[in-house]
Structures are given as C-alpha cells and as structure tokens.
C-alpha cells in the first residue's frame, strides 16, 4: 500500500514570494492533516479535512495560508506571502481512524 | 490551551538498556495516545498506541497509560543503537484533534 506523497521535498524562497504544497493521502483515507514543524519542536496542527471539508483551521494563519483539498482527495498548502518564521518541514498526514501516517515532508527556507 | 509535555533531554542509555521516555498531558478528555519515532530530517513513524490503562507490549516497545495522573510512557527494552532518534508524543480527543509533544531526543550509546 502507498504511503502518503509530498512535493515538493524542498523548496527554498524569498520572503514575500509565494509557495505551495502539494500532498497525496492513502488510498481510502478519508482525515487530512498539514502540520508545521519547526525545528525542535513537535508538529503543530494547521489544518484538518473530512473528506473536503475543513474540521479545524483554528492555528492557520489565515492572512497568509490557506489550504484545500478538491474532490477529498489530494490537497494544496498554500503560503502568501512567506515570512522569515514560516521556515519549517510542512507535513501531511491521513488517517481512517485515528492511527495518522505521516508522508515525507516538505522542508521549507525561506531567506 | 491543550498540552502534552516532554523532557527534550537528550536522554542517553548504553545499548542493551532501557530507556523510558515519559509524557504529561493536560486535556482530561484525551482518549488515544500515541507514540511516534522521529529520526533526523525525517517525518514521524507510528510505533505504539494506547487507549486504556494499563500496559500494552510490542515486542521490545511497551506503552504505559495512567489516565488518572495523565501519565503516559514509553519502554523501550534492550536498546540498540538504531533506536536513537526523536520520540513523539501526542494525545486525541475523538472528535477534536491530535495534540504533540515536543519530543525528547534518545541517544543509545554503543
């Protein structure tokens, strides 16, 4: 069985540009998560779907970021403009129930 | 603001020991927790989950939950090296969401 897919796998910017991300849950898997985690520290949620709607958006940014995830499936992670502190790994994670899988991770600098 | 707090450590063990790695978390209304490993520049891998009190064994990994003090760890039996790496620790209310620690950096020393 596929894991779940990012891409980018890095992704280096300036403040002030745009970037967006791109993820690919297990077949099935109707929960979504993007986290951040910035070095040291544990992933913190930004965003959960339910098949393509939004469960909880409380810690986005949402002068900034924004997600979605058209037809429940594959979702984007979108960032603008980017900031110093949005420099981070940018993880997507799926579930069925509540064991969640991790994908890679998008490694976000941004300059 | 709903917590789950870890040493950082680095908590160092000879190989062959144990190593135990613990977690507090603040939301009494956490039902399911989880462990993760987290070795550097990768994301984080399942190994063990918990829904009741008591113990729960997987081969060298045993999982401990005390919902009463809100106390949950982790027993990593005869450590070997390739267990170093970031351990994760994050708890779930059903219908709300999951809750990380920030980890606590195990060494095994060969």
């Known amino acids: 069985e596929a894991g779940v897919a990012q891409s980018p796998r890095y992704k280096i910017i300036e403040k002030r540009q745009s970037v967006a991300f791109w993820c690919n849950p297990i077949s099935g898997h109707a929960t979504l998560y993007w986290y951040q985690q910035i070095l040291g520290q544990g992933p913190k949620l930004l965003i959960q779907?339910?098949?393509?709607?939004?469960?909880?958006d409380s810690q986005l940014p949402k002068d900034r970021f924004s997600a979605e995830r058209l037809k429940g499936v594959d979702s984007t992670l979108k960032i603008q403009p980017a900031k110093l502190e949005d420099s981070a790994v940018y993880l997507c994670a799926s579930s069925e129930t509540s064991l969640q899988f991790f994908g890679p991770g998008t490694r976000l600098t941004v300059l | 603001q709903k917590e789950v707090e870890q040493n950082s450590g680095p908590l160092s063990v000879p190989e062959g020991a144990i190593a135990s790695l613990n977690c507090t978390y603040s939301d009494r209304g956490s039902q399911s927790f989880f462990w993760y490993r987290q070795y550097s520049g990768k994301s984080p891998e399942l190994i063990m989950f918990i829904y009741s009190n008591g113990d729960k064994e997987d081969g060298r990994f045993t999982a401990q939950l005390n919902k009463a003090s809100q106390y949950v760890s982790l027993l990593i039996r005869d450590s070997q090296p390739s267990d170093s790496a970031t351990y994760l620790c994050a708890a779930y209310n059903y219908g709300q969401n999951f809750v990380f620690g920030p980890g606590t950096r195990l060494s095994v020393l060969p």
């Open positions: 779907f339910q098949n393509n709607g939004v469960v909880d």
